[in-house]
């Protein structure tokens, strides 16, 4: 189910362990996805994107996975550093829906 | 590096009052965005705008809502009489192509009192 409010899913890692953040979408006629990383007070920041046709994409220190079977997005983020600290949210897009956001996962780093 | 940029960053506004927020997107950009972000939850798509008409628009995107793009640069969210469950941070957003990847603004956050 969705998270609504102040309380979303947070994730604590130490700095230089690998982070994985993971999304559920909810449309199967989604064939596009982006995640996009929010800083406190400011507005949200593409990371890295996929199309429905990839299982698979990688970006500087982070990669995307997709399964489409179970309508499933992950985000990992290698050695990850403070400046990691943020939320993190999957957008989907289907023509005729534009984008739809999930909920987000705050990633804590810990010294 | 070219970014979406919004004004004001703040605005407060008495209940049935009409606001207007200002963007002004990425300048080879063709399609812009109208998303908010209510405190501590996520954000919602309100309206999409292209070759000066809406694209698409959500249901939180009534009659109250209005986008123009008044003069070439500037793109405009006008909210008509304001209700305090307006109160939200709202987002500017363009993309080069429908679909791709939106470049975010700061956002103006909007307080309805």
């Known amino acids: 189910g969705e998270s609504v409010g102040l309380h979303l899913p947070t994730l604590s890692v130490q700095e230089g362990d690998n982070s994985i953040i993971n999304c559920a979408y909810s449309?199967?006629?989604?064939?596009?996805f982006i995640w996009y990383k929010q800083e406190s007070g400011k507005g949200p920041q593409f990371i890295i994107d996929?199309?429905?046709?990839?299982d698979k994409r990688q970006g500087q220190r982070v990669t995307v996975l997709l399964n489409k079977t179970v309508k499933h997005l992950s985000l990992q983020i290698a050695a990850t550093q403070p400046g990691d600290s943020a939320v993190y949210f999957c957008?989907?897009?289907?023509?005729?829906?534009?984008?739809?956001f999930g909920p987000g996962t705050r990633l804590s780093v810990l010294p | 590096e070219p970014e979406v940029t919004q004004t004001p960053s703040h605005q407060v506004t008495q209940m049935g009052q009409e606001v207007i927020l200002r963007c002004v997107p990425i300048s080879n950009h063709l399609y812009f965005y109208w998303y908010r972000q209510i405190l501590g939850q996520k954000v919602e798509f309100l309206v999409s705008?292209?070759?000066?008409?809406?694209?698409?628009k959500s249901e939180i995107f009534d009659d109250q809502f209005s986008v123009e793009r008044p003069d070439g640069s500037n793109f405009t969210l006008k909210i008509r009489s304001t209700k305090l469950e307006d109160s939200a941070m709202y987002f500017c957003a363009s993309s080069d192509w429908g679909g791709e990847t939106q470049y975010f603004g700061p956002g103006t956050r909007l307080l309805v009192l």
């Open positions: 957008a989907e897009y289907n023509y005729g829906q534009n984008f739809v």
């Open positions: 705008f292209y070759n000066n008409e809406i694209s698409e």
């Open positions: 449309n199967s006629a989604s064939d596009y």
């Open positions: 996929i199309r429905s046709n990839m």
